[in-house]
């Protein structure tokens, strides 16, 4: 009960306040947060330089240096675009967060085919979720992992949802595909977290270390033949991002083992590599070592 208490004064007294400031205020604050968490308290410094530097060894220390600083001032202003999105308006959404060919995704649509879509923590995720489903003519699902928070976990699912993305539980995505066979959807994956199990991962080399990726995407795709399209998010300025859709398969059932997680993984680390300071460096996505007995596959395209 307290600790409800204590999230809603949060909410209400402090996250409200902040997120109804305008956007040129708020990365008045993005600049101030840089200061401390680069400057100052070196926030989770030794696993974001420690990322950079594995993922980039042939780049000079001053290179690595240059996109570690660069994570740190764009990582700061997602946090402040996190914020804001608890109050921007479906007007706001649409002029920061713009849809390259939605058409891509559409044609599935009139082919009365549901589409799952992969996609990385690359640039605005939490912008992008909340403007998907207005892009799409599909319903748009997102899978996501609750927060322990259930005070947090409500606001959150809401406030990705205003606008009519709906989300489910990781544990529910089984049922939701079984449920929603005869809807037309867009399901949509974040690959890129670090899998809970690493026997079930697919092991591949990604930024220049061996990876354990989910699997999920394709398996999913696979067992229903749904087609797999990965959006890439770019940043065009400050607070304004287009989205680029591009298709990974249209025909799962006929790929080999691995070729799905493979393609929509080199896509991503294809985004990475040309801009790296936009990737969230800032988890353990390396935390776990591959077992002996599982070997290291390829896809060459």
Same mark, same amino acid.
């Given at each position: 009960?307290?600790?409800?208490?204590?999230?809603?004064?949060?909410?209400?007294?402090?996250?409200?306040?902040?997120?109804?400031?305008?956007?040129?205020?708020?990365?008045?604050?993005?600049?101030?947060?840089?200061?401390?968490?680069?400057?100052?308290?070196?926030?989770?410094?030794?696993?974001?330089?420690?990322?950079?530097?594995?993922?980039?060894?042939?780049?000079?220390?001053?290179?690595?240096?240059?996109?570690?600083?660069?994570?740190?001032?764009?990582?700061?202003?997602?946090?402040?675009?996190?914020?804001?999105?608890?109050?921007?308006?479906?007007?706001?959404?649409?002029?920061?967060?713009?849809?390259?060919?939605?058409?891509?995704?559409?044609?599935?649509?009139?082919? +009365?085919?549901?589409?799952?879509?992969?996609?990385?923590?690359?640039?605005?995720?939490?912008?992008?979720?909340?403007?998907?489903?207005?892009?799409?003519?599909?319903?748009?699902?997102?899978?996501?992992?609750?927060?322990?928070?259930?005070?947090?976990?409500?606001?959150?699912?809401?406030?990705?949802?205003?606008?009519?993305?709906?989300?489910?539980?990781?544990?529910?995505?089984?049922?939701?595909?079984?449920?929603?066979?005869?809807?037309?959807?867009?399901?949509?994956? +974040?690959?890129?977290?670090?899998?809970?199990?690493?026997?079930?991962?697919?092991?591949?080399?990604?930024?220049?270390?061996?990876?354990?990726?989910?699997? +999920?995407?394709?398996?999913?795709?696979?067992?229903?033949?749904?087609?797999?399209?990965?959006?890439?998010?770019?940043?065009?300025?400050?607070?304004?991002?287009?989205?680029?859709?591009?298709?990974?398969?249209?025909?799962?059932?006929?790929?080999?083992?691995?070729?799905?997680?493979?393609?929509?993984?080199?896509?991503?680390?294809?985004?990475?590599?040309?801009?790296?300071?936009?990737?969230?460096?800032?988890?353990?996505?390396?935390?776990?070592?591959?077992?002996?007995?599982?070997?290291?596959?390829?896809?060459?395209?």
């Amino acid at each position: 009960m307290l600790n409800k208490l204590l999230s809603a004064l949060l909410y209400y007294l402090v996250i409200l306040p902040v997120s109804s400031l305008p956007f040129f205020l708020l990365y008045r604050i993005s600049d101030v947060l840089f200061f401390i968490f680069y400057y100052l308290i070196r926030y989770r410094r030794k696993v974001i330089h420690g990322n950079i530097c594995r993922s980039f060894p042939d780049r000079s220390s001053k290179e690595q240096e240059k996109i570690t600083r660069d994570f740190y001032s764009h990582f700061c202003d997602i946090i402040v675009e996190s914020l804001k999105i608890f109050t921007i308006s479906r007007e706001q959404v649409r002029e920061r967060m713009k849809f390259e060919n939605p058409e891509l995704i559409n044609r599935y649509f009139e082919q +009365g085919r549901s589409v799952i879509l992969a996609g990385g923590h690359y640039n605005n995720w939490e912008l992008f979720a909340v403007a998907i489903d207005e892009a799409i003519r599909h319903k748009s699902i997102a899978i996501y992992k609750p927060l322990s928070n259930s005070f947090f976990d409500e606001k959150m699912r809401k406030t990705r949802g205003k606008y009519g993305l709906h989300m489910i539980p990781i544990k529910e995505v089984k049922k939701e595909f079984e449920e929603r066979k005869q809807e037309l959807t867009t399901m949509i994956f +974040g690959t890129d977290q670090s899998p809970g199990n690493v026997n079930k991962a697919y092991w591949m080399h990604f930024l220049n270390q061996e990876t354990a990726v989910l699997f +999920g995407t394709e398996r999913f795709a696979v067992e229903y033949n749904y087609p797999v399209v990965y959006g890439c998010i770019h940043k065009v300025s400050r607070g304004h991002y287009r989205v680029e859709f591009k298709v990974v398969t249209d025909d799962p059932a006929s790929t080999a083992y691995g070729e799905i997680t493979s393609r929509h993984t080199r896509l991503l680390e294809e985004d990475i590599l040309r801009k790296p300071e936009f990737w969230l460096w800032s988890h353990r996505r390396w935390k776990k070592k591959r077992p002996a007995h599982i070997e290291i596959r390829e896809h060459v395209y």
